[in-house]
């Protein structure tokens, strides 16, 4: 059974941070790289960050540098600090597994999401 439970989203003036999480079953978390991806409203989803099992990280270039991606294997529970935030970072924000070879479209279950709001 794949359960992925995101939190942490609100409403935050742009510079601000905030900090997600994801509860992931743990069927799937300990043999998957993981990511982070956005979907803003009238838009696709779009992956953000990924992290492989072993940490290794990789960032999509619109927040490389403020957001930073982490794993805790023990935990089955993947973060994301995001700082710096934009208004163009507004979007609802989930977790799923990550591969070169699958893309958002392709995945087929997803949590609620977290929903961050960013200010001018």
């Known amino acids: 059974q794949v359960q992925l439970v995101e939190s942490g989203g609100g409403l935050v003036q742009a510079g601000g941070s905030l900090r997600l999480s994801c509860s992931a079953s743990?069927?799937?978390?300990?043999?998957?790289?993981m990511g982070w991806y956005r979907q803003a409203p009238g838009k696709r989803r779009e992956l953000i960050a990924s992290?492989?099992?072993?940490?290794?990280?990789n960032y999509r270039d619109s927040v490389k540098g403020r957001f930073t991606i982490s794993r805790d294997n023990a935990k089955n529970t993947l973060y994301l600090q995001m700082n710096n935030l934009k208004p163009e970072d507004t979007a609802v924000y989930y977790c799923?597994?990550?591969?070169?070879?699958?893309?958002?479209?392709?995945?087929?279950?997803w949590g609620q999401g977290t929903q961050v709001t960013v200010s001018a």
């Open positions: 743990a069927n799937i978390f300990s043999i998957n790289a």
């Open positions: 992290i492989a099992t072993g940490g290794s990280a």
């Open positions: 799923n597994t990550f591969s070169d070879y699958v893309g958002p479209d392709e995945l087929d279950y």
